[in-house]
């Protein structure tokens, strides 16, 4: 794929990859320092990675999403990233995202505007999955893999105006060709017009000269009658062409097409229905009663009824049935709103111009009801037979949402009830028993479901039949295959028992659920130790906020009022804090209402401080507060611990300075009046007197190294703003041809290095680092044989190295290691050799003070990292320095030295 393709696809919709595609937004502190990452993005086959939905992603940040040392790590990484604007890849092992046991993933992180573009897999599975050695390749994968389609043109212009005449193919993936049922080699490389002759005529090249001429996106459906054939494109401008990518959408269209033809139907079934169907909303008063109802809905049949247009007005139902108080009606419709329990009556009714009998069926629907009446004045009239025919009829058609069944008693010589019969039932309830309409017409019950005359159900049916009452029971059954809760009307019809029931299982769970939350709430703010109290906004007549009612509050938030909860709940904050609305709080508390953003502050309070937390709930607020007085305290205690320690260190390195400085200069004077005597008056010595003399001007000059090192010793720490990328290579070269030439010439020593990594350091601390460890290898060096001096790196994780490194934050470290062949040591000795003054050696053999290996202990220490030693003596010694990797200038060099 050409790489000027590349590009664009970074803003191609994230779900195009099979990958793990997220992209990262950098979160910067008030001096533009990265401190976080925001998750902004993510892609199906993320959210398949994380296992959790994309409501607990979206917005968090890397330390909300990850433990705190991996967070850390990320942060690392994706902050090298942001400000180098190269790219790295690594493995990271997370634990439990998917199956509760700890997955390597593999992470590979690249510069997007002012934040980052992860793509993260499965380490394991991607071992199945070749190697994509490149971001080109990468592209290529994804370019081919993705179930969209995908096509880029160039344009082509004509040569002396320069107008876009045509457009030419120059790369479609197999799903995009696979659509228009051809491939690759016979589009690409051709004009559009000669694939598609009347591209012109339509909208689409048009569409791509826009795109081209403003180089803004353009996205919209498109249909291709000739491949029957529905597809969503999104157009964008690909240098002087454009990039399309398109899904094929035409299932989805087809299926609106059909949910379009159902809703014809089922409005041509409910305006041709004989029966009047309406949709009333409730209308409360201030106090919640409900005062009347609002029409929302009604078919030809209710309008009709009503005497009133098809088309709902403003009129109210009391305004439309005036009289319907004084009926029971207008009380049923009421209690089947508030209870949530349809009921079904047969009534006469003779007000409002309206005469004759109704059947009328009520369900509740939100906040109001649906009706179902038919006009059965005809119907009462009928002979009797007839009569109970139609009622049949009714009952079937009113209930076909539910189940139903009409069934004969059975008796035995004492006229007592063993069994029934069923007479009829609907497709509903033989669905929910798991049998026929015709298997179970005319059976027994007790023949199809045995031992069903020990249950509730059987008990009910009696009772019903005996007593010739209308029962209703909302229960839960879990017999014969039939499980959740059901709501049934038990009724009596010449001599039958009638039983409709409907499924109310997800209605009853979800109050279980409600009920459960509600008492989890509870358990929740009467068992934090945080006071929680949840405002109720009061507001004036133009709808400004005035005052805040506490409607809520736990057991921890009374205490600190010192008062009972009762005597606090539903009181005013301005009349229980006087002064509160006057004060920066009551703003911010309002500003919450308005906006929703939650804050969070300090508060000084009744002579203590606390942490407020506040939240938008509804058209008020929920308040969280603790009492961090101690805290506080403890804060400012530690400030000025610290600030009293910065200004003992401040003079401590100022004597040190000056102190080293005043010694050094009766030193030099030692050793030129030495040398004085030594010049001028050496023949007027005899031999004690002149080895006197040598022995003065040696002990002035280890004096004066000595207080050097200690000088520079005590200088040594690292500032933030010391730190720079350093190539170690770089460094010992320097060394070689500079402070190390004349001991490296004079030994003879051969000093070998491999490719060392370049690093965030201070730059002179790595000078004096390595001039002392390789000084060392030079000096104790065996007699008689020329010093090998070998420099190598690698890369470990944190794991691999000494046990001081699980102190620090870094995952990752450079270990450098210099080995010779020389003396060596006996390793009993390896924590002596660090300490300050510290000698294996006599100081006639071999010169120095002592504090060198010590300095290079305190500057790899304030590097973050660590520092050891392994020998044998009369074989050698190898000192390793383990330095964090956090900031490398080629991420191969990491990948090459992990390997060795």
């Known amino acids: 794929m050409p790489s000027s393709l590349i590009i664009p696809f970074q803003h191609v919709n994230l779900n195009v990859s099979l990958t793990g595609t997220m992209t990262y937004c950098a979160q910067r502190d008030s001096s533009g320092q990265i401190f976080d990452f925001c998750l902004h993005r993510l892609n199906t086959a993320a959210l398949a990675i994380w296992n959790r939905s994309e409501s607990e992603l979206v917005g968090k940040s890397v330390h909300q999403l990850v433990a705190s040392t991996d967070a850390t790590y990320l942060i690392d990484q994706f902050r090298l990233v942001v400000t180098s604007g190269r790219s790295v890849a690594f493995s990271m092992e997370f634990p439990g995202q998917r199956d509760g046991v700890n997955t390597t993933f593999q992470l590979e992180v690249e510069k997007l505007d002012q934040g980052v573009l992860v793509r993260i897999a499965d380490a394991i599975n991607q071992k199945q999955i070749p190697e994509v050695e490149s971001p080109v390749q990468l592209i290529e994968t994804i370019f081919e893999s993705t179930v969209v389609g995908i096509v880029a043109y160039e344009a082509v212009r004509d040569p002396e105006s320069g107008q876009i005449q045509d457009f030419r193919y120059l790369k479609a993936n197999h799903k995009a060709v696979q659509f228009i049922h051809l491939t690759s080699e016979q589009v690409e490389g051709r004009l559009l017009s000669e694939v598609f002759p009347d591209y012109k005529t339509k909208s689409f090249f048009n569409d791509y000269l826009a795109v081209i001429e403003t180089g803004q996106i353009c996205h919209k459906q498109n249909h291709f009658p000739d491949f029957d054939l529905w597809v969503d494109a999104t157009i964008s401008k690909l240098n002087d062409g454009i990039l399309i990518t398109f899904s094929d959408i035409s299932k989805a269209k087809h299926e609106e097409a059909e949910k379009l033809r159902q809703a014809t139907l089922l409005e041509s079934i409910q305006h041709s229905s004989q029966t009047a169907i309406s949709a009333y909303k409730a209308i409360r008063d201030a106090s919640g009663t409900i005062i009347n109802f609002k029409p929302v809905l009604r078919n030809l049949a209710s309008a009709r009824l009503a005497h009133q247009p098809l088309e709902v007005g403003e009129a109210t139902l009391l305004d439309i049935l005036p009289n319907i108080k004084n009926t029971d009606l207008f009380e049923q419709y009421v209690r089947v709103t508030e209870t949530g329990v349809g009921e079904q009556v047969e009534l006469y009714y003779n007000y409002d111009n309206l005469e004759g009998w109704y059947n009328v069926s009520v369900q509740p629907w939100g906040d109001g009801f649906v009706a179902n009446i038919l006009d059965t004045t005809e119907l009462r009239q009928a002979e009797n037979a007839k009569l109970h025919q139609s009622i049949l009829y009714q009952q079937v058609i009113d209930n076909t949402h539910a189940g139903l069944l009409l069934a004969r008693p059975i008796r035995n010589d004492q006229d007592q009830i063993t069994d029934f019969q069923f007479v009829l039932t609907n497709a509903y309830n033989a669905r929910l028993m798991g049998r026929s309409v015709s298997e179970m017409t005319g059976a027994m019950i007790g023949d199809l479901f045995v031992g069903w005359q020990q249950s509730d159900l059987f008990r009910w049916f009696v009772e019903t039949v005996e007593t010739e009452q209308v029962k209703r029971h909302t229960f839960y059954y879990d017999e014969f295959g039939a499980k959740g809760w059901f709501d049934g009307s038990f009724g009596c019809f010449d001599g039958c028992i009638l039983y409709t029931y409907s499924d109310v299982t997800a209605l009853k769970e979800a109050e279980l659920v409600q009920q459960q939350q509600a008492e989890l709430l509870e358990k929740i703010m009467n068992t934090t130790p945080t006071s929680i109290v949840v405002h109720e906004s009061i507001r004036d007549e133009t709808g400004e906020i005035i005052d805040f009612r506490m409607v809520q509050l736990n057991q921890v938030a009374a205490d600190l009022f010192q008062n009972t909860i009762d005597k606090i709940q539903h009181r005013r904050i301005s009349r229980y804090f006087p002064g509160l609305l006057e004060t920066p709080l009551f703003t911010q508390y309002k500003q919450v209402v308005q906006t929703g953003v939650s804050i969070r502050t300090d508060v000084s309070w009744a002579g203590g401080w606390y942490d407020i937390s506040v939240a938008r709930l509804g058209d008020g607020i929920v308040v969280a507060f603790q009492d961090i007085t101690a805290k506080k305290e403890s804060r400012r205690q530690l400030e000025m611990a610290n600030l009293e320690l910065k200004r003992s260190n401040e003079n401590l390195e100022s004597f040190a300075y000056v102190a080293s400085h005043d010694l050094q200069e009766p030193l030099r004077k030692i050793v030129t009046f030495a040398n004085i005597l030594h010049i001028q008056y050496k023949d007027q010595f005899d031999d004690d007197a002149t080895d006197i003399i040598k022995r003065l001007t040696g002990s002035a000059e280890r004096m004066r190294l000595l207080i050097q090192d200690i000088l520079a010793y005590s200088r040594i720490k690292i500032r933030q703003d010391s730190l720079q990328l350093v190539n170690i290579n770089r460094v010992i070269d320097e060394l070689k041809e500079n402070e190390l030439w004349a001991v490296l010439h004079q030994s003879k020593a051969q000093l070998q290095l491999s490719e060392l990594p370049t690093l965030m350091a201070d730059a002179s601390q790595m000078h004096q680092l390595f001039q002392n460890l390789i000084s060392n290898a030079i ?73 060198g290996l010590a300095i290079c202990q305190k500057i790899i220490e304030r590097h973050e990292g660590a520092i050891t030693a392994t020998s044998q003596p009369g074989k050698g010694s190898t000192f390793r320095v383990y330095l964090p990797v956090r900031g490398a200038v080629n991420q191969d060099t990491v990948y090459s030295l992990r390997k060795l």
């Open 779 to 851: 000096k104790f060096s065996l007699p008689d044989v020329a010093p090998v001096i070998i420099v190598s790196s690698r890369v470990i994780d944190r794991s691999e190295g000494p046990a001081d490194l699980m102190s620090t934050t870094s995952h990752t470290f450079y270990e450098i290691s210099v080995m010779d062949n020389g003396i060596g040591f006996d390793e009993k000795y390896i924590n002596r050799i660090f300490q300050v003054f510290q000698r294996l050696h006599g100081k006639s053999k071999y010169a120095g003070s002592g504090i």
